[in-house]
């Protein structure tokens, strides 16, 4: 079993700043995927950011050049250091881990809020 353990999320003002973090444990396959999404209310979830164990990352258009995503294999954590905070970036985040091996293994977190005040 994987346990997916999120923090850093809060309350910040517009322009503001936040760093998410995420705790993998349990079996994990060493080639995965690891990211983060987000889900406003009234919306579906969608992709935030992405990175892949050796380091490719993926983001939404909405937040490049505004977030960054990094991971630490040894310890199994990922982070996404959020800037430029915008209100329309409040959602709940979640961190999924993800990887094949002949069928999909894929695990989330229990989700962070994320609140940005104008």
């Known amino acids: 079993q994987v346990e997916l353990v999120e923090s850093g999320g809060g309350l910040v003002q517009a322009g503001g700043s936040l760093r998410l973090s995420c705790a993998a444990s349990?079996?994990?396959?060493?080639?995965?995927?690891m990211g983060w999404y987000r889900q406003a209310p009234g919306k579906q979830r969608e992709l935030v950011a992405v990175i892949t164990n050796g380091g490719s990352t993926n983001y939404a258009d909405s937040v490049k050049g505004r977030f960054t995503i990094s991971r630490d294999n040894a310890e199994n954590t990922v982070y996404l250091q959020m800037n430029s905070l915008k209100p329309e970036d409040t959602a709940v985040y979640y961190c999924?881990?993800?990887?094949?091996?002949?069928?999909?293994?894929?695990?989330w977190g229990q989700g962070t809020q994320v609140t940005v005040s104008s």
């Open positions: 999924n881990v993800n990887w094949k091996i002949y069928s999909w293994y894929d695990y």
């Open positions: 349990g079996t994990i396959f060493r080639f995965n995927t």
